[in-house]
């Protein structure tokens, strides 16, 4: 890659955007336009990180890391510099498309009431956390039309998965979260698969750089745990997306001193159980603190408030984990 190619990757790529879409928010302004908040690279308890907007640069008071988006790439996603420049240029193309899908995703929400009804029957109805969460709908048949007036390539959108080969939505009749450089897709049908994601990497845990600024994490398997917990008043957790962790999800847990609360799901053929045990070893293995909750026979977090937990129980349940 050429020197001027390199001026313009950057160029096109503002620093404060990348880490925004990567979690990250400002706890101060200082002169200048620049920003303090705390560090996505080390376990930071106060803000050490500055970053200037208008250079485009970084610099942690507290790991001493500093630089230029591709700096900041490689440092977080723990890659080289051809794989930083590579991720970099994916999310130059799908951060802009997936943000637009999410906003009209959105908007189709409140639009359809069997979207509501399901997150009802889930036992989600906070504004804060559809809002927080960024919860969507996808009725089908509408989306490439949308984007087509935006002025996305038909090609653009299936190159991303939003729309299949034959043309259609990829995403029907799904209640929707947006993800980091992806999209989950929980299906309303009983018929059509449950999850859907686009292809590529799901992306690090959820709400990271929420929840590692507790000492003490909840870790769920899906987003309608996340969900459950988050609306109950628990916001010091964080979801896998399925029960076994990336390389990265797992780096991410270990990287500070915390306790790792799991509540995976307690189901009845066992799978679950024997993820968070060898989740559990893993972990301990790395030096963190790891506490297994016991829901009840059958459940997951959803479904335990769902049925009628409170924050209460699940509070004790959590001070009963070991
Ligand atoms: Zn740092």
């Not at 459950?228 to 979801?239: D, I, R, S």
């Amino acid at each position: 890659m050429s020197r001027q190619a390199l001026d313009e990757l950057k160029q096109q790529i503002p620093l404060l955007g990348y880490l925004q879409s990567h979690d990250w928010q400002p706890a101060r302004r200082l002169s200048r336009g620049r920003l303090m908040g705390l560090c996505p690279l080390h376990a930071d308890h106060k803000p050490s990180f500055l970053l200037d907007p208008g250079k485009n640069l970084f610099y942690c008071y507290g790991c001493g890391c500093g630089g230029d988006v591709i700096r900041f790439a490689e440092l977080y996603h723990q890659v080289r510099f051809p794989q930083a420049l590579w991720l970099l240029r994916e999310w130059r193309g799908l951060a802009p498309l997936l943000q637009s899908v999410a906003d009209f995703y959105r908007i189709q929400l409140h639009r359809h009431g069997e979207a509501v009804a399901y997150l009802n029957q889930r036992g989600i109805h906070s504004p804060e956390l559809i809002e927080e969460m960024r919860i969507g709908y996808a009725p089908g048949g509408c989306l490439r039309r949308w984007l087509t007036q935006l002025g996305y390539s038909l090609q653009s959108q299936r190159h991303a998965g939003l729309v299949t080969s034959a043309g259609y939505d990829a995403y029907t009749h799904r209640i929707v979260f947006p993800l980091e450089g992806n999209l989950y897709g929980r299906s309303l049908s009983v018929t059509a698969p449950p999850h859907r994601f686009l292809p590529g990497a799901k992306g690090g845990l959820y709400s990271w750089g929420q929840a590692r600024s507790y000492p003490e994490v909840i870790l769920v398997e899906g987003l309608f745990d996340y969900a459950a917990l988050w609306q109950a008043g628990f916001h010091n957790v964080t979801c896998s997306l399925g029960a076994h962790l990336s390389a990265r999800q797992l780096h991410q847990l270990c990287d500070g001193p915390r306790t790792v609360y799991l509540a995976f799901d307690a189901d009845t053929n066992g799978s679950g159980q024997q993820a968070a045990q060898s989740l559990v070893r893993r972990l301990t293995e790395q030096g963190v603190n790891v506490r297994t909750v016991a829901l009840p026979d059958g459940h997951d977090p959803n479904s335990f408030f769902v049925q009628g937990g409170d924050a209460r129980q699940l509070q004790s349940l959590l001070e009963a984990a070991q």
